[in-house]
């Protein structure tokens, strides 16, 4: 009888049948009569917890940089996309040229020539999946030009909706046969989510553009060349303790030639060599032929982000192979003993981040207006590479790191999967290495998160901590869900409990246009108005935001909670502010009545409970309904003699408790 109770009433099991139970989506609550018993230590206090715990990784997938985070509006703003008008729609002569251009690492420009009248000359941009615009907000339009015949050319710039009605104007006279930088504000008088940009001759004659870029003057901080501001304040809202960038696979590039390379990322935005971006094509079912990075959102960019977030940057660098999925040819691994300029990179890199601004590097970060340094402390090599090949690279970036810089924190890798062949030979590879931490990705199965709660327990004390750098919970129709949100929230107990093996986790991938995403589910969606804050988010940042500074002994049984009755549970004490954190969660159908038995407090006290809980397993929060599942906060009160905890079935709660 006992038996099948259980059976009813774990979601483990109801995810290991999922065409049972779970597939009617909503799953009813059955009363639980019994008390658990918790035995929780205020003493003992364990473990610390890392300050840089919950972070956020970013990568330029599903247009999270270009299109996304990054503001500009404009695509291919350059004409440097292989098919140079991707992204424009030009209208009578006009044609790309590379001839005298301005800008050496970005040649192309485009020419207009409009000799006749009753027809015009110009080109339409499209932004990406259109140009989102708020009515009364500035938009900074820049461009480069210059006139090819002697008269002074006009150009007009409009803003057009869906419906090709014209909602802003602005005229720009183009003098002079050098190139020269022109800018006007348009503010248009009505909002639009997917605008188009248009430029138009007025007067006849041939005029040289370049660089056309479009910014909302309303970037995170008011920024130049900044970022959208929503979907900054996302993150900080998570408050990440580390922030892990710029990938991911595009780290790596389907080939040496397009792995990023970060000294294409700064300087003057408008001579950044922009780099395909293999998200276009990784997927033969969802091909993305204007995917490009302009690195208009380069390392720079990403350092001065990480100081608005307070988290600390751990930039991942190409360890001289090429993806190993997708490329077998052994000619795109770069050989060992021609290593060198991948490993000058990553000195060069930490030089440019923390190095004097009389250094060489340090000066180009100082010239780009950081004299101070950027306090960098972590660095990765490598992001899902495997076998020997990465050994043998990773070995003299190691070498010459621990001698040049001791003060780094090395990020290794333990390959694509959270176990396995792979992993099993990097693990040991990279203990002899001493590497400070390994990255460790699982992208896996409800079941699997919710069997894993108890899997750092039997890590080695004394090896590498770990950095589990990408992970996210991927049910079967890889869309985000309160069953995700749930699974991963129960999974990071585990990560929690055993702080002095685990000190970073961030889930993937972070960011996803609506209308132009390679891969779900993420932690944060988006349209071109608009953000969503998944139910993930919420786990992430009810995480994130009640870290502790220490961990707690909770137990029950003696055990810790890694899922019996199905309750995951941590508990922390944050020394800082004296307060106890209790995160637990029920994944069962059955309400769950705990007695929590706590040894060293006693008397009356105030808190809150932050509870993320739903009944619907398949329930999501989308751009029309953004706020179906979130955590609702309430006070409450303890007696330490006497706490009874009342679990809803299907939730996660965070108790925060004054000592
Ligand atoms: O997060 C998406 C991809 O998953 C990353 O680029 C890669 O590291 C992993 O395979």
């Keep these: 009888m006992r038996k099948s109770i259980r059976k009813a009433t774990s979601l483990f099991l109801l995810v290991m049948g999922a065409a049972g139970l779970l597939a009617q989506k ?7 009569t019994e008390v658990y ?43 440097e996309f292989e098919h140079p008008f991707t992204g424009w729609t030009p209208y009578g002569n006009v044609t790309i040229q590379t001839k005298n251009p301005i800008f050496d690492r970005n040649p192309h420009y485009a ?47 409009h803003l057009v909706n869906e419906a090709n009605d014209l909602f802003e104007e602005k005229k720009v006279e183009v003098k002079g046969k050098n190139w020269t930088k022109y800018s006007v504000t348009l503010t248009p008088n009505r909002s639009a989510l997917k ?5 138009v001759m007025e007067t006849k004659g041939t005029v040289d553009l370049e660089h056309i870029s479009l910014f909302p003057q309303k970037t995170y901080n008011n920024r130049k060349n900044g970022l959208r501001a929503d979907l900054v304040q996302a993150l900080k809202d998570l408050k990440p303790g580390v922030f892990r960038f710029p ?58 982000l990480c100081e608005d977030l307070d988290a600390e940057p751990l930039p991942v660098l190409s360890c001289g192979l090429a993806c190993q999925y997708e490329n077998h040819d052994p000619n795109e691994n770069c050989p060992v003993d021609k290593l060198q300029p991948f490993i000058d990179d990553a000195l060069d890199l930490i030089e440019f981040a923390n190095g004097p601004a009389t250094s060489k590097w340090g000066k180009i970060r100082a010239e780009m207006g950081h004299p101070e340094p950027f306090n960098m402390k972590y660095l990765a090599i490598g992001n899902e590479q495997w076998g020997e090949l990465y050994i043998e690279r990773l070995e003299p970036f190691v070498k010459q790191l621990r001698e040049k810089h001791p003060e780094i924190l090395i990020v290794g890798g333990s390959g694509p999967g959270s176990e396995g062949e792979a992993f099993d030979h990097l693990w040991p590879e990279m203990k002899r290495l001493e590497v400070d931490l390994v990255d460790e990705h699982f992208y896996r199965t409800p079941e699997w998160f919710l ?35 749930l699974c991963e929230a129960a999974f990071m107990t585990g990560m929690e409990r055993n702080a002095d093996v685990v000190t970073l986790a961030t889930y993937a991938p972070l960011f996803a246009h609506v209308d132009a995403w390679q891969w779900r589910p993420d932690l944060i969606w988006f349209d071109n ?113 006497d706490w009874q905890l009342r679990l809803k079935p299907f939730s996660f709660s965070v108790y925060r408790i004054k000592l």
């Design 195 to 199: 605008a188009t940009f248009r430029l």
């Design 529 to 641: 108005h608009s953000v969503v804050r998944t139910p993930n988010y919420y786990v992430q940042q009810m995480y994130a935001t009640n870290p502790g500074t220490h961990v707690l002994s909770l137990t029950m049984d003696n055990q810790p909670l890694t899922g019996q009755k199905d309750l995951y549970a941590t508990a922390a004490l944050d020394k800082k502010t004296n307060e106890l954190i209790v995160k637990v969660a029920n994944t069962g159908m059955a309400h769950r009545r705990v007695k929590m038995n706590i040894n060293g407090l006693t008397g009356k006290h105030r808190g809150t409970l932050s509870l993320l809980h739903s009944t619907e397993m398949e329930a999501k929060n989308t751009i029309a309904d953004p706020d179906q599942i979130v955590p609702v906060k309430s006070d409450v009160e303890i007696d330490a003699a």
């Design 451 to 485: 069997g894993s709660a108890a899997r750092y327990d039997s890590y080695d004390r004394n090896g590498p901590k770990v950095f589990a750098g990408e992970y996210a919970c991927h049910p079967n129709n890889r869309e985000n869900s309160f069953l995700t949100a």
């Design 26 to 32: 909503t799953v009813l609550p059955v009363p639980g």
């Design 111 to 157: 020419r207009l020539s409009y000799q006749k009248e009753l027809t015009f000359t110009g080109l339409d941009n499209e932004g990406f999946r259109g140009i989102g615009v708020e009515e009364g907000e500035k938009y900074d339009l820049t461009f480069y030009a210059r006139t090819v015949t002697n008269d002074p050319i006009t150009l007009r710039f």
């Design 37 to 79: 018993q918790f035995a929780l230590d205020v003493n003992k206090v364990g473990a610390e917890i890392s300050p840089d715990m919950y972070g956020v990784f970013f990568e330029d997938i599903n247009f999270g940089a270009d299109g996304g985070l990054y503001g500009e509006l404009i695509k291919n703003r350059s004409f």
């Design 247 to 304: 990938g991911g696979c595009i780290v790596e590039g389907n080939d040496l030639g397009t792995r990023y390379q970060w000294k294409h990322s700064i300087g003057a935005v408008e001579n950044r060599p922009i780099n395909i971006n293999r998200w276009n094509y990784t997927f033969h079912y969802k091909k993305f032929n204007d995917y490009y990075q302009s690195y208009g959102l380069g390392f720079y960019e990403y350092f001065l």
